[in-house]
């Protein structure tokens, strides 16, 4: 079951973690279940960072958050979140903008989470 869809623009393909791990169901759980549990915290960093103006923090953040999202296939969001990683390599802050795409990082994270969670409990 390598792909989700749903109605939203907010999608997941893990064809990459099958093919990686040769169809391995029990390492694409355990990467699934990492990503769950480790992108809620991050998501709350990043969006703390932007708004104490931590440039450094949003861009590290950023940076840790490309490939979490390249694993699952949320392009989308890999895409958002390489944006800010470049606007802020290349000096180019702005708040609003990066505001902005964390809202939309974010709202796709949580409508993923539900279809994520049924595939790791096997439903």
């Known amino acids: 079951m390598p792909e989700i869809e749903n109605e939203s623009?907010?999608?997941f393909d893990l064809e990459y973690l099958y093919n990686f791990s040769n169809g391995d169901e029990q390492f694409v759980k355990g990467m699934v279940q990492t990503f769950l549990q480790e992108i809620p915290t991050a998501l709350e960093l990043l969006e703390t960072a932007?708004?104490?103006k931590d440039w450094e923090i949003v861009h590290n953040?950023?940076?840790r958050l490309k490939?979490?999202?390249m694993m699952?296939?949320?392009k989308t969001q890999q895409l958002q979140s390489a944006?800010?990683?470049k606007m802020i390599k290349k000096e180019h802050i702005d708040q609003v903008k990066f505001e902005f795409l964390t809202k939309q990082i974010k709202e796709a994270v949580m409508?993923?989470?539900?279809l994520l969670t049924q595939h790791?409990?096997?439903?």
């Open 72 to 74: 699952l296939g949320m």
């Open 120 to 123: 790791i409990q096997g439903e």
């Open 67 to 69: 490939p979490n999202f």
């Open 50 to 52: 932007i708004i104490e």
């Open 83 to 85: 944006t800010i990683e």
């Open 9 to 11: 623009p907010a999608t």
């Open 111 to 114: 409508l993923v989470f539900p």
């Open 61 to 63: 953040t950023a940076h």
